[in-house]
């Protein structure tokens, strides 16, 4: 029989089964929660030591990623190793004629260039074409006889237009570069590096007109006798592929493999890459697009060193006017990584003029470097006026033309 003990009794038990109960599934629900947060924080932590330590994985047998604003190096692989590297040799030549040439000079083809051979543009002995013409069938088509027609209207001779390829290539700082023609076709001793590539194509970028045209996807070159134009297009395919790449040029024979050198550009990311060797035509691209993209999504842009930052140097004549204050032209900002902690050192190549000197001309450079090379440079400006006195300003007119008279004789006996 029930008492009203009993049920009491039965009643609180029944409360404190309850309250298990809910402590249990509060429990349960709080550590299903932990469980969660600890797999998403996992997952997160995983994915960012991932992306961190991740490099390009590709075929090519030497690569490099530059800043193409600085110059510095972001990655490479062998990119010292001499090899030979075909039509990318055709920056070069291209360069060389835009210096030197006008756009609208007409250059005629000799039956040596008309010869050539393999990769052309069907250039005939005598027909005359445009040197900007030529330009773009270099460097869309990679005309080899558009390139030898380059090359003899600025050197004269083949001979002599390699002479100052090589000449400009180590004023540039590609020390192992040699060529030995003016197209990239295999030549023994016709070497360079994906790293001095690298050098070139950053410098000829600097200039409007082969940026324009490495960038351009197709032209149309008139063709004399013909009742089409020579209709041509880039033979970069990244170019055709991505909107964000915009040059420069690629090489292949079968000494050098599969080689390109490419440039791109997202937000105030300026990238250029090099691959030389790849596996296959596809594999070069896919290289390619790898060491491009691993650019963009591993390094931001940070500043360094601001413009106000001052230094002290002296002017070559007149030390008695104390010391010159000079300061960067502008913020020096560099790609670096996440976290990453760039240590460099300063210094500093004077250049200011044997004459009085204005607040914010040219005084000399600022070079960042490391161990591993030069980081970056940028010009330094005087920070204050400096006067000086009418004797000094006449001797150095008077140094500054013997110094030009001295060079131009110099060059004359060369």
């Known amino acids: 029989m029930l008492t009203k003990k009993t049920i009491l009794t039965a009643w609180k038990n029944l409360a404190q089964l309850r309250r298990m109960i809910e402590i249990t599934a509060l429990s349960f629900r709080i550590m299903v929660v932990l469980i969660f947060i600890a797999t998403l924080i996992f997952s997160l932590l995983s994915t960012q030591a991932s992306f961190a330590v991740s490099s390009p994985e590709i075929t ?12 510095r190096t972001l990655w490479e692989k ?7 590297v075909a039509s990318t040799t055709k920056m070069m030549t291209a360069i060389l004629a835009i210096e030197n040439l006008d756009l609208d000079d007409i250059a005629v083809t000799s039956p ?39 090359a003899e209207s600025v050197g004269g001779t083949v001979n002599d237009f390699v002479s100052m390829m090589n000449r400009k290539a ?77 040059g420069v040029k690629t ?39 790898i060491i491009l993209n691993y650019g963009f999504a591993a390094f931001s842009r940070k500043t360094v060193m601001t413009k106000d930052e001052e230094f002290k140097t002296l002017p070559i004549w007149g030390r008695a006017l104390g010391e010159i204050s000079a300061q960067p032209a502008e ?13 460099f050192e300063k210094s500093i190549v004077t250049s200011y003029p044997n004459r009085s000197i204005k607040r914010g001309e040219r005084v000399g450079q600022l070079i960042l470097c490391n161990e591993g090379g030069d980081l970056a440079a940028v010009d330094l400006v005087a920070k204050n006026d400096v006067n000086k006195s009418f004797f000094w300003n006449i001797l150095s007119i008077f140094i500054e033309i013997m110094n030009k008279l001295s060079l131009f004789f110099k060059n004359l006996v060369s």
Not at 117 to 133: D, R
Not at 331 to 343: A, I, T
Request: some cysteine.
């Open 60 to 71: 090519a047998s030497s690569a490099i990623l530059i800043d193409a604003k600085t110059g």
């Open 78 to 84: 062998k990119s010292r190793t001499l090899r030979p």
């Open 112 to 150: 040596q260039a008309a010869a050539v051979g393999e990769a052309e543009i069907y250039l005939e002995p005598g027909e005359m074409m445009s040197v900007e013409n030529l330009l773009f069938g270099t460097l869309l088509k990679s005309g080899n006889d558009s390139a030898v027609v380059l």
């Open 331 to 343: 913020d020096v900002v560099m790609l670096m990584k996440d976290g990453e902690e760039l240590s």
């Open 251 to 289: 090489g292949y024979t079968k000494e050098a493999g599969h080689c390109l050198v490419s440039s791109a550009v997202k937000g105030d990311k300026e990238l250029i890459a090099v691959v030389l060797n790849s596996a296959g035509s596809e594999e070069c691209y896919q290289d390619s697009e």
């Open 170 to 246: 180590k004023e540039i700082g590609a020390q192992d570069t040699f060529f030995k023609n003016p197209t990239g076709l295999q030549e023994t001793g016709h070497e360079s590096t994906a790293y001095d590539l690298g050098l070139m194509a950053r410098y000829a970028l600097k200039n409007e007109t082969f940026a324009k045209m490495v960038a351009t996807k197709s032209h149309k070159i008139p063709w004399s006798g013909h009742d089409l134009p020579r209709s041509i297009t880039n033979h970069n395919k990244l170019l055709l592929k991505l909107d964000y790449v915009t």
